[in-house]
């Protein structure tokens, strides 16, 4: 009997995280937003967060995730490269949207950084995929290697599950350098301090935790009256892309993953922490790699599945 037990727990758990849970995803209603500043001041979001860490709430017009302290392992075992500047900055705390008439706003709070310039952010946003849509792109704007520059992609090394994929893909590096990217991979819009080619794309920081991001519904979308999802994780950033991790922490370069190449389109995903799930759900997605697998092997990288938040907007 013992022995049945611990089997039926067993499959209980591989249920819990095998793909996919989406059909029971939890939907948030956010029945009106607000406008914010990006300004490098949070104080226009207004909202309380939830009481307890990885819980979600609407409060006054913003969706708020709440994520765990010290949650920023990875795969499970990553750890911060031995300089000082790098051991901190990519453990997530919270992640807020709010909405108006013509914009979509963001705000990713993480434990502060010891160096302004540390942190990569990454938001995927699939726009259909909640009405039985698959359009947009399962792996999140990865890039060529043969183009490796930081408007070519992220470099992250990372996908989500086909129900999941993303129309598009926002990331930001250090404190003022923000990029969008379509389903496919292609930049669409970049802003880097006053450089703000699209109106209405801003990023800005407030005192290195918290970033704000604001994308304008002429080159996303309207989202409302619809249930957007968005995959949301942070990393280290080096040279304006993800930053690599290693079997081994070395001065530069984060520890922890299974993979032994040091090849700068390996498989391990470059990402800390996840939105959207507990330690479990966020470790079972991004220990979703396959360490044998060739560098730039996008079936060899990690699926996220379990780590996103769904999220309907009024009228």
């Not at 434990?111 to 039985?132: C, E, F, H, K, L």
């Amino acid at each position: 009997m013992k022995k049945l037990m611990l089997i039926l727990l067993a499959l209980a758990v591989v249920a819990m995280y095998a793909p996919n849970a989406i059909c029971d995803e939890q939907v948030y209603v956010i029945e009106k937003g607000h406008s914010v500043k990006v300004d490098k001041n949070i104080v226009d979001w207004v909202g309380l967060p939830p009481l307890k860490d990885n819980t979600a709430c609407v409060d006054k017009g913003e969706f708020i995730w709440r994520d765990a302290k010290k949650d920023d392992v990875g795969a499970g075992n990553y750890v911060y490269p031995l300089d000082k500047k790098l051991q901190k900055g990519a453990d997530i705390r919270e992640f807020r949207v709010t909405y108006d008439d013509k914009k979509i706003y963001f705000m990713i709070k993480c434990s502060r950084p010891n160096d302004w310039w540390v942190p990569y952010r990454i938001i995927g946003i699939d726009t259909d995929g909640a009405a039985g849509g698959k359009e947009g792109g399962v792996v999140l704007a990865q890039g060529d290697i043969d183009e490796f520059n930081t408007y070519n992609g992220t470099f992250a090394e990372m996908k989500v599950a086909d129900e999941l994929a993303c129309d598009f893909v926002v990331a930001v590096a250090s404190t003022y350098k923000g990029r969008l990217w379509d389903g496919k991979g292609e930049l669409i819009a970049y802003v880097e301090g006053d450089d703000k080619p699209v109106p209405g794309f801003k990023v800005a920081d407030a005192s290195w935790y918290a970033m704000e991001i604001s994308l304008p519904y002429d080159i996303i979308g309207d989202p409302r009256g619809k249930t957007w999802r968005f995959i949301v994780g942070v990393g280290l950033q080096d040279q304006d892309l993800s930053r690599e991790v290693y079997e081994e922490a070395d001065e530069w370069h984060a520890g922890g993953s299974d993979e032994p190449t040091l090849d700068e389109d390996g498989v391990d995903p470059d990402v800390f922490d996840l939105v959207g799930a507990d330690n479990e759900g966020q470790i079972a997605d991004l220990n979703s790699y396959n360490p044998n697998g060739a560098p730039g092997d996008t079936d060899s990288f990690a699926t996220i599945t379990n780590s996103y938040v769904a999220i309907t907007f009024g009228e």
